[in-house]
T-cell receptor
């Protein structure tokens, strides 16, 4: 079967760095996405990785290792507004997005 | 540019009533997706369209659910009759596509409550 695993909840301190991990087992691979979802709002696109390595976009970076079926989202200089759920999703060989359950990130002052 | 537009934003109805949710995708996008999100089950794909044609409806829970896309700028998701377990947030998303769908952009969602 197809499976995406990510921690249910994480807590971090304002100004710090946090890494949210995602492991996956899917039928084929056509890229990995990270979305941010604030409570009561829609998911918004953060990043896309299809090749191994690190993609940096401002305070956010996303890493992919296809051989290990592993990705992480790194958030630096955390701000209170980063409190949200972070969804990992993998596009399989049929171009279907397989979604993780999301990681709820709580930022404390 | 306008994003994905959904209406209504909130819907409260009684069990047994018909519910129709509406979506306007981003102009030029050729894929449209309907999702349902609940605390228990997370984000679930219900159905998706490519160039107005339904491609995969295996996520549609049962015959009470139906979806149409009569043209490139409009889609509906209908529930008839509605049941309390249908209470959820329903999202519409759209994307470009080459070999398959690309990055998906979500609408604000419709929060459905069935009493």
């Amino acid at each position: 079967g197809q499976n995406i695993d990510q921690p249910t909840e994480m807590t971090a301190t304002e100004g710090a760095i946090v890494q949210i991990n995602c492991t996956y087992q899917t039928s084929g691979f056509n890229g990995l996405f990270w979305y941010q979802q604030h409570a009561g709002e829609a998911p918004t696109f953060l990043s896309y990785n299809v090749l191994d390595g690190l993609e940096e976009k401002g305070r956010f970076s996303s890493f992919l290792s296809r051989s290990k079926g592993y990705s992480y989202l790194l958030l630096k200089e955390l701000q209170m507004k980063d409190s949200a759920s972070y969804l990992c999703a993998v596009m399989d060989s049929n171009y279907q997005l397989i979604w993780g359950a999301g990681t709820k990130l709580i930022i404390k002052p | 540019d306008a994003g994905v537009i959904q209406s209504p934003r909130h819907e409260v109805t009684e069990m047994g009533q018909e519910v129709t949710l509406r979506c306007k995708p981003i102009s030029g996008h050729d894929y449209l997706f309907w999702y349902r999100q609940t605390m228990m089950r997370g984000l679930e794909l219900l159905i998706y369209f490519n160039n107005n044609v339904p491609i995969d409806d295996s996520g549609m829970p049962e015959d009470r659910f139906s979806a149409k896309m009569p043209n490139a700028s409009f889609s509906t998701l209908k529930i008839q009759p509605s049941e309390p377990r249908d209470s959820a947030v329903y999202f519409c998303a759209s994307s470009f596509g080459r070999e398959g769908p690309d990055t998906q952009y979500f609408g604000p969602g419709t929060r459905l409550t069935v009493l």
